[in-house]
């Protein structure tokens, strides 16, 4: 007979698994104690241990859609939507989270990358640079967020530290 965490991690797996068959922009793989999951817009990967989930709950957005909110032991949550994994950005001291939204994707990176190196290639004045320390700091929790939910952010965390050394090179 099975421990009663046993069922219950047995019961969340099984549940995870039935939603991401049914999507098409992500790709998954598993096994009995752990799963992986890729989207394929930014080919990112988040992986974890079905012992660590507590709870899996299903939930439709505004639109009608389907998604499922997957809460883990350390107090983290992600959302696993058709598409995309959202996480909640890392608050920072000093930045106004209000600034992005509440649910945030890797994706997401990818566009405030774009409004970087924008900025950096613009007109060198006060609004700008005011601009960009903004963009440091919703790109840093962005990462950081994704990071403590699982996803690998090496690459993320280089460009970022080279771009703080010297904003001109990390551009080019």
């Given at each position: 007979?099975?421990?009663?965490?046993?069922?219950?991690?047995?019961?969340?797996?099984?549940?995870?698994v039935?939603?991401?068959?049914?999507?098409?922009?992500?790709?998954?793989?598993?096994?009995?104690?752990?799963?992986?999951?890729?989207?394929?817009?930014?080919?990112?990967?988040?992986?974890?241990?079905?012992?660590?989930?507590?709870?899996?709950?299903?939930?439709?957005?505004?639109?009608?859609?389907?998604?499922?909110?997957?809460?883990?032991?350390?107090?983290?949550?992600?959302?696993?939507?058709?598409?995309?994994?959202?996480?909640?950005?890392?608050?920072?001291?000093?930045?106004?989270?209000?600034?992005?939204?509440?649910?945030?994707?890797?994706?997401?990176?990818?566009?405030?990358?774009?409004?970087?190196?924008?900025?950096?290639?613009?007109?060198d004045?006060?609004?700008?640079?005011?601009?960009?320390?903004?963009?440091?700091?919703?790109?840093q929790?962005?990462?950081?967020?994704?990071?403590?939910?699982?996803?690998?952010?090496?690459?993320?965390?280089?460009?970022?530290?080279?771009?703080?050394?010297?904003?001109?090179a990390?551009?080019?």
């Amino acid at each position: 007979m099975k421990k009663p965490n046993e069922r219950v991690s047995s019961d969340n797996m099984n549940e995870i698994v039935n939603f991401l068959e049914s999507t098409r922009y992500v790709k998954f793989e598993f096994d009995q104690t752990s799963l992986s999951v890729t989207q394929n817009e930014d080919h990112k990967a988040i992986s974890f241990k079905f012992a660590d989930v507590e709870k899996v709950l299903a939930r439709t957005d505004y639109d009608g859609s389907q998604f499922i909110q997957i809460n883990f032991q350390n107090k983290t949550k992600i959302l696993i939507t058709k598409n995309l994994i959202g996480f909640k950005p890392l608050e920072l001291v000093g930045f106004d989270a209000t600034k992005i939204p509440k649910v945030v994707t890797t994706v997401d990176l990818n566009s405030v990358y774009k409004a970087i190196e924008d900025l950096t290639d613009g007109e060198d004045t006060y609004q700008t640079a005011t601009e960009l320390e903004v963009l440091k700091k919703v790109y840093q929790s962005i990462m950081l967020g994704a990071e403590q939910v699982g996803f690998e952010m090496k690459a993320e965390k280089q460009w970022f530290s080279a771009f703080l050394l010297n904003p001109l090179a990390a551009t080019a």
